[in-house]
């Protein structure tokens, strides 16, 4: 919307300064100054910047229900940034392809006054912000609103009511038939890994964790990641009686055996 907005007031105030230069038959250009513009060449700048303020509101519609669609905030990100970028690229052309003579030329040019008052000031103000306003307001009522309320139907659809069973069909017969299946939340055989993370992650000290070798040495940890059964026994050959093995050897390892 910011994009969108300065765009719009810069395509403004552009009108208002161009017709408030006298237009005649042919432009005159006197000390670096348009001092009459031809009609010709202010309909045609007329019509360029119309068509170039419609864009803009045909993209912040567009950007609009683009971004209401995204649900990261980093693709929000990339988006607006992008949307931006669509909107600045006739200045980008300006800037990497117009001859540097005429770049300077239209940069040596004087300025054409716009008389802006401190009512109409405050006025634009207001405007600005009532705008503002009823953009947000629209985009949350029509875009994200109904997109979250969608999305939480497709929540329930999937994932409410009960799950606690499995379905199957007889193509022959053309019986449905089905069986229950235990709960999730009865099931608690937890894999050594889930067991592993669960002690480390809820350890007063996790260097006092069980069911992990704990290391800073991201060598070592890359070893213990990688290493081969027939590497390790290479490295130990002996043979220890676990049962013989020390008190804190057994409770760091008797998850294990």
């Known amino acids: 919307f910011l994009y969108a907005c300065n765009d719009i007031r810069m395509t403004c105030l552009s ?10 038959r042919h432009s005159v250009f006197k000390k670096d100054a348009l001092e009459v513009i031809s009609r010709l060449r202010f309909l045609a700048f007329v019509i360029s910047r119309l068509l170039h303020m419609g864009f803009s509101c045909y993209l912040l519609q567009l950007g609009s229900v683009w971004l209401a669609g995204t649900t990261s905030i980093q693709d929000l990100i990339l988006n607006a940034v992008a949307l931006g970028a669509i909107i600045e690229i006739d200045q980008m052309i300006f800037s990497a392809m117009m001859p540097k003579s005429v770049q300077a030329a239209i940069q040596g040019m004087a300025a054409v006054q716009v008389k802006i008052s401190r009512l109409r000031s405050q006025i634009e103000t207001v405007l600005i912000c009532l705008i503002a ?6 985009s949350y009522f029509h875009l994200v609103q109904p997109l979250a309320t969608e999305m939480v139907s497709i929540k329930s659809a999937y994932c409410a009511g009960n799950q606690d069973f ?7 017969t053309q019986v ?3 069986l229950f299946s235990k709960k999730y939340s009865e099931d608690t ?5 889930e067991v592993a993370v669960q002690d480390a992650a809820f350890a007063d000290d996790i260097r006092q964790a069980k069911y992990a070798f704990i290391t800073s040495d991201f060598t070592m940890f890359h070893l213990l990641r990688t290493q081969t059964t027939s590497k390790m026994a290479e490295a130990e050959p002996t043979c220890s009686n676990f049962d013989e093995a020390r008190a804190e050897v057994q409770a760091s390892y008797g998850f294990y055996f």
């Open 166 to 172: 499995v379905v199957g069909a007889n193509a022959d």
């Open 15 to 24: 009108l208002e300064a161009v017709s408030g230069i006298p237009r005649g």
């Open 189 to 193: 055989e937890l894999s050594l890994l």
């Open 176 to 178: 449905t038939s089905a």
């Open 133 to 138: 306003t009823g953009v947000v307001l629209i």
